[in-house]
């Protein structure tokens, strides 16, 4: 044990050995370079797959598809519509990450469409007179918003990789706001779990409490604000939504209500394009999300700590361990290091090391736990399932990996009056509070402290994953057990599972702090529960978890095949 107290001297002793010497203070560039990586697959599927998790979604995106668009005009159109039938996860008044790959150069980018706070942030808004976290601001109201950055993510994405005009992308998305659809029974929870705080806002009660109560299943529910707010932003693109009607009638509700935006902030909000993180894993290319997600550099470094044993070898509750252990390593330097790569220093080129793998794996021991609180920092909380993510593979081989957020469920429960949309409370990402948990346990430093214009940290982490004979598209929502399920999703597509397999296999998750592994129910069989006890880990039962949206592409058959997570529901994965 003792050892371990000393990880980091082993560590740093062990980076000093190698032909590279990285030490724990390396600064390298802030921000990755812009240089795409570029990936061309010399074959095309013939047929798309989209998976997605609402029915009205996925077929959105096959008509687009239809109609001439490709994957990223069908990311448009899947967005969008679950943006209207799906606003407690995801939409227009919150943020998207996404990696793209486009089958004709192989140019494989990161769109970064995150959320940043204003320019007037004011770190005293989410603090008690007597110093304690204000987690009411955090987490509703106008304060709790970022300045979205979905609208402009979609702009983007027709703008430099869609065929179709924007407007036609967002066609079904606000054809369904202006007629109505029947809310599905999640929606209808969400409104009622949140019910106390919409009931604070006008706007929302008007929106989502019609006849002063949550919309009943069966009748049809028309949202025409929001359609007027589409239609905008397809006719004007990016000035239909930061400028003009849609800005003037957000900032004056956002102010209304005791919000601080200003024309300014929505005018000047920027969608960024950075280089995916890329790593080979046994032989597979996982191409997955850099910061402002620390979900990349977190799955790399598990890879990369788990490429030094030859798990396929191991029995499960020896495998699962070293997994374990992986985590609770990565979710450290999380909490230390990272934040939105235009603000801050990240040592990523010793993050993404393998020497710094190589140390890590040193401080782990084969059979016995190591207690977090020997690690050098850092609690907890449960998660609720909001967030979505959905995965398309067109024809041609264009792939889309896209997760959305207006990170708690129903964002911040505040509709901007006269717009239909509904504003995150992406705040809470940030650390407002210098290492005091987030609605998600997490803990940050400095590196993740808000600033004007900056983005808020995030845990999300679209990926793709190329292997010789296969290729799968990956995602998740769950805060921060995104990046784990993100993994075990990489794992068990590299073990041969299918889309379904992939989605559906049982999950389990460890984030440093709180020291527990969390654990769906079924996950392991009794025999590894207690040999994972006898190692010193705290096994907890946990529901629920992100539901996973997947495509696989066979490249040697050229087969694709889509699936919906069955913890929400099965059949939204559809091939055509
Ligand atoms: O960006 C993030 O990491 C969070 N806002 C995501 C929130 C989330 O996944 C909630 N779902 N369970």
């Not at 409490?209 to 529910?221: F, I, R, S, V, Y």
């Not at 990523?348 to 050098?376: E, N, V, W």
């Not at 296999?505 to 207690?530: L, S």
Request: some cysteine.
């Amino acid at each position: 044990m003792k050892c371990l107290l000393n990880w980091r001297v082993t560590l740093l002793g062990l980076l000093l050995s190698g032909s590279v010497a990285y030490a724990a203070d390396s600064r390298p560039p802030a921000s990755p370079a812009a240089a795409p990586a570029a990936h061309v697959i010399d074959r095309r599927p013939g047929h798309a797959g989209i998976a997605s998790a609402n029915f009205h979604a996925t077929q959105a995106g096959l008509d687009v598809l239809a109609k001439g668009g490709n994957a990223f005009d069908a990311a448009i159109a899947v967005a969008a519509t679950l943006s209207v039938v799906e606003p407690e996860s995801s939409g227009i008044g919150g943020g998207f990450m996404a990696v793209l790959h486009r089958a004709g150069d192989g140019r494989e980018v990161f769109i970064d469409a995150r959320e940043t706070a204003v320019a007037a942030v004011n770190l005293r808004d989410y603090l008690n007179p007597d110093g304690s976290p204000n987690r009411d601001n955090a987490l509703n109201g106008p304060l709790s918003a970022g300045i979205p950055g979905q609208p402009a993510g979609l702009a983007w994405l027709a703008a430099h990789y869609g065929k179709l005009p924007l407007k036609e992308s967002l066609a079904p998305a606000i054809r369904i706001a202006r007629d109505g659809f029947e809310p599905d029974r999640r929606l209808i929870g969400a409104i009622t779990d949140r019910e106390k705080d919409i009931r604070r806002w006008p706007a929302s009660v008007a929106k989502y409490l019609p006849n002063g109560q949550p919309p009943l299943a069966g009748q049809l529910w028309r949202d025409p604000d929001q359609a007027r707010t589409l239609e905008l932003l397809g006719e004007h693109g990016f000035d239909g939504f930061y400028r003009g009607e849609t800005a003037s009638r957000l900032v004056a509700a956002v102010r209304a209500a005791g919000g601080n935006w200003t024309a300014k902030d929505l005018e000047s909000y920027q969608v960024k394009e950075r280089t995916p993180i890329t790593l080979d894993y046994r032989g597979y290319r996982v191409v997955t999300a850099p910061p402002a997600s620390s979900g990349g550099v977190a799955v790399a470094e598990i890879l990369n700590i788990l490429s030094g044993y030859d798990l396929a070898k191991l029995d499960e509750a020896h495998r699962t361990h070293l997994i374990i252990e992986a985590m609770r390593r990565a979710f450290r330097d999380h909490n230390d290091y990272l934040g939105d790569p235009d603000f801050v220093q990240m040592p990523l080129d010793m993050l993404l090391s393998p020497y710094y793998a190589a140390g890590l794996r040193q401080t782990i021991l084969a059979d016995k736990a190591t207690p977090s609180s020997m690690l050098p920092v850092s609690a907890g909380a449960e998660p609720g399932m909001h967030t979505t993510h959905f995965s398309v593979i067109d024809a041609d081989g264009n792939i889309a990996s896209v997760t959305l957020t207006v990170n708690y469920t129903m964002g911040s429960t505040f509709v901007a009056a006269g717009t239909g949309v509904l504003l995150n409370d992406e705040m809470d990402d940030f650390a407002l509070v210098p290492n005091k948990p987030n609605v998600y346990g997490l803990l940050g430093s400095a590196a993740n402290a808000p600033a004007p214009g900056k983005r808020m940290l995030s845990s999300m982490t679209p990926s793709i994953v190329f292997g010789k004979d296969r290729v799968g598209v990956i995602g998740s929502p769950g805060g921060s057990t995104i990046i784990t399920q993100v993994l075990e999703g990489i794992l068990a597509f590299i073990d041969g599972k299918d889309a379904a397999g992939i989605a559906g296999q049982k999950r389990f998750h460890h984030q440093y702090m709180p020291d527990r592994v969390d654990v769906e129910p079924g996950a392991f069989d009794a025999a590894t529960a207690d040999a994972l006890t006898r190692m010193g880990h705290t096994l907890k039962e946990r529901n629920p978890w992100g539901y996973m949206n997947v495509v696989t592409w066979d490249l040697k058959t050229n087969k694709l095949d889509a699936a919906s997570d069955p913890r929400r529901e099965s059949g939204l994965g559809k091939v055509q």
